[in-house]
Nanobody, 120 residues
């Protein structure tokens, strides 16, 4: 059974930093394109960063230059370093696989996510 467990969220002031982690079991993250998604209240869940199995990385324009996605194959974990946080980054953050169209591909169920709240 595949399980993704996100952690590292919290409450931070604008301009602060957080590092999110996504630990996986039942799936080898390095063999898939993995992404971080976020969902703010009343909004759809959007992809903000992805890393392919070969290490190619892409970011949404809204986080480019501030967020960094990385992967530790030995720990089977994906990370999201978030710097210069803004109130509009407030959301529940999830990790999951990403399809070739840069959308959720429904292969793995969602985890519980981790809440990030940025105060102004």
């Amino acid at each position: 059974q595949v399980q993704l467990v996100e952690s590292g969220g919290g409450l931070v002031q604008a301009g602060g930093s957080l590092r999110l982690s996504c630990a996986a079991s039942g799936i080898i993250l390095g063999a898939h394109t993995m992404g971080w998604y976020r969902q703010a209240p009343g909004k759809q869940r959007d992809l903000v960063a992805q890393i392919t199995g070969s290490g190619t990385i892409n970011y949404a324009d809204s986080v480019k230059g501030r967020f960094t996605i990385s992967r530790d194959n030995a720990k089977n974990t994906v990370y999201l370093q978030m710097n210069s946080l803004k109130p509009e980054d407030t959301a529940v953050y999830y990790c999951n696989t990403v399809g070739p169209d840069r959308r959720y591909d429904y292969r793995v169920s969602w985890g519980q996510g981790t809440q990030v709240t940025v105060s102004s």
